[in-house]
């Protein structure tokens, strides 16, 4: 089948992990990604595990280049800038991820490349923005988890050390934001003529991760407290709980879950027990989140309650009666088990990486009638810059 983005052609020079995900997602929904890279190759090449040690594209790169084209440019010389201008010329999109002002130096800015194509789509991605006193700072992800909060957001109690999600959540936020930003734009172009500059950032798209306690501050001043693995709604028993066998995440978070809860658990009395809850709330019509009086003992009477059962079977009671519960699990458990039994319709895609298979998780939605990802996997390095050369009538240099 056709998709969303074919005939769309993306110049990508971009590295590791945010300006990556950004084109995987064009290139996945049909765009002509060309990936500029090193002489040497990006970062990423090099990031290999046991038993890709003589491979140029390990599993980690190719998750995050699948279906793109290599092309290899020293910018640092003017035949190589040369070489991506002249792309850039043929080109829809343009993406980099170098610190602000870097691409400048060789004629590969905004300016310098709408100059050459003014209906371009050109997105930057940067650490702290375009500008700003912070612009030129170099940024990785768990250094931006910690300047705008997100680090002492996770965590027990306000005296406890910051706490860092435990995966790369800005720089795949960012990169989905790219993607977002990229074709919205796009179609503005489309309806009128008009190319557009892209100022996409960490610092930003940790923000719009944190999109509700942040407007809570900049609205009321309201600064976010450390709940651990409490739910977002502050409902008692949107909390986690050690079981005999593990533990168990619930979100009874409304009067009438809270309800259904006790009832498998024999707390009912709770239900009525006006100094544990603000019965008002509990009991007025339509509702609310649930509301504690006494927090501190309501949390003691779930934990105890939950200490002698266990996690699986409380999980398979509470979501059959309308309780939104889950055994904690590890990622790998959990891809096991949803693969195995069905329970999760993952829209999975793999990608044929010489002789081996790539497996991910997706683009994280399915579409009907577009085609699926693409099955073929990264390109080696360099493997499109004769071609690609050879379409653009330059002679190759390196």
Same mark, same amino acid.
């Given at each position: 089948?056709?998709?969303?983005?074919?005939?769309?052609?993306?110049?990508?020079?971009?590295?590791?992990?945010?300006?990556?995900?950004?084109? !995987?997602?064009?290139?996945?929904?049909?765009?002509?990604?060309?990936? =500029?890279?090193?002489?040497?190759?990006?970062?990423?090449?090099?990031?290999? /595990?046991?038993?890709?040690?003589?491979?140029?594209?390990?599993?980690?790169?190719?998750?995050?280049?699948?279906?793109?084209?290599?092309?290899?440019?020293?910018?640092?010389? @003017?035949? $190589?800038?040369?070489?991506?201008?002249?792309?850039?010329?043929?080109?829809?999109?343009? =993406?980099?991820?170098?610190?602000?002002?870097?691409?400048?130096? *060789?004629? %590969?800015?905004?300016?310098?490349?709408?100059?050459?194509?003014?209906?371009?789509?050109?997105?930057?991605?940067?650490?702290?923005?375009?500008?700003?006193?912070?612009?030129?700072?170099?940024?990785?992800?768990?250094?931006?988890?910690?300047?705008?909060?997100?680090?002492?957001?996770?965590?027990?109690?306000?005296?406890?050390? @910051?706490?860092?999600?435990?995966? @790369?959540?800005?720089?795949?936020?960012?990169?989905?934001?790219?993607?977002?930003? =990229?074709?919205?734009?796009?179609?503005?172009?489309?309806?009128?003529?008009?190319?557009? *500059?892209?100022?996409?950032?960490?610092?930003?798209?940790?923000?719009?991760?944190?999109?509700?306690?942040?407007?809570?501050? !900049?609205?009321?001043?309201?600064?976010?407290?450390?709940?651990?693995?409490?739910? *977002?709604?502050?409902?008692?028993?949107?909390?986690? *709980? /050690?079981?005999?066998?593990?533990?168990?995440?619930?979100?009874?978070?409304?009067?009438?879950?809270?309800?259904?809860?006790?009832?498998?658990?024999?707390?009912?009395?709770?239900?009525?027990?006006?100094?544990? !809850?603000?019965?008002?709330?509990?009991?007025?019509? $339509?509702?609310?989140?649930?509301?504690?009086?006494? %927090?501190?003992?309501? &949390? &003691?009477?779930?934990?105890?309650?939950?200490?002698?059962?266990?996690?699986?079977?409380?999980?398979?009671?509470?979501?059959?009666?309308?309780?939104?519960?889950?055994?904690?699990?590890?990622?790998?458990?959990?891809?096991?088990?949803?693969?195995?039994?069905?329970?999760?319709? %993952?829209?999975?895609?793999?990608?044929?990486? $010489?002789?081996?298979?790539?497996?991910?998780?997706?683009?994280?939605?399915?579409?009907?009638?577009?085609?699926?990802? $693409?099955?073929?996997?990264?390109?080696?390095?360099? &493997?499109?810059?004769?071609?690609?050369?050879?379409?653009?009538?330059?002679?190759?240099?390196?």
């Amino acid at each position: 089948m056709s998709k969303p983005l074919e005939g769309v052609r993306v110049i990508d020079m971009s590295h590791v992990i945010a300006g990556p995900m950004a084109s !995987l997602y064009l290139a996945q929904l049909g765009a002509e990604v060309i990936k =500029i890279e090193p002489p040497a190759g990006e970062v990423m090449r090099a990031s290999r /595990r046991p038993g890709e040690e003589h491979s140029d594209t390990p599993a980690g790169f190719a998750a995050l280049n699948a279906g793109k084209r290599s092309f290899t440019a020293d910018i640092r010389t @003017p035949e $190589g800038a040369d070489a991506v201008r002249a792309l850039a010329r043929t080109a829809d999109v343009f =993406i980099e991820n170098f610190r602000p002002g870097v691409v400048a130096k *060789y004629g %590969l800015d905004r300016a310098a490349i709408e100059a050459l194509n003014p209906g371009i789509v050109y997105c930057s991605i940067s650490g702290y923005g375009q500008s700003g006193e912070w612009s030129t700072r170099g940024a990785y992800d768990h250094v931006v988890q910690a300047l705008t909060g997100m680090m002492m957001m996770s965590g027990d109690s306000e005296d406890a050390p @910051p706490l860092k999600v435990g995966f @790369p959540v800005i720089d795949v936020a960012v990169g989905m934001l790219g993607a977002l930003s =990229i074709v919205a734009a796009l179609h503005r172009r489309e309806r009128d003529g008009h190319g557009q *500059y892209i100022d996409a950032s960490m610092v930003q798209a940790s923000l719009m991760l944190m999109y509700p306690n942040a407007s809570s501050f !900049l609205t009321q001043r309201v600064e976010p407290q450390r709940v651990g693995n409490r739910g *977002y709604t502050g409902s008692p028993t949107a909390d986690t *709980y /050690r079981c005999a066998d593990g533990w168990l995440a619930t979100a009874a978070n409304t009067p009438a879950q809270f309800r259904k809860l006790t009832a498998v658990l024999g707390l009912e009395a709770l239900c009525e027990d006006g100094e544990a !809850l603000d019965l008002d709330a509990f009991n007025a019509p $339509g509702g609310g989140f649930v509301t504690a009086r006494r %927090l501190p003992y309501l &949390q &003691q009477c779930f934990r105890d309650a939950f200490a002698t059962r266990s996690a699986a079977d409380m999980e398979a009671r509470l979501n059959a009666v309308g309780v939104p519960a889950a055994r904690v699990r590890r990622l790998g458990e959990f891809l096991d088990e949803v693969q195995q039994s069905g329970a999760v319709d %993952l829209p999975l895609a793999s990608y044929t990486q $010489g002789d081996s298979l790539v497996r991910t998780p997706g683009l994280g939605f399915r579409y009907r009638d577009d085609g699926t990802p $693409g099955g073929a996997g990264a390109p080696a390095l360099g &493997q499109h810059t004769a071609e690609l050369m050879d379409e653009l009538g330059l002679v190759a240099t390196q």
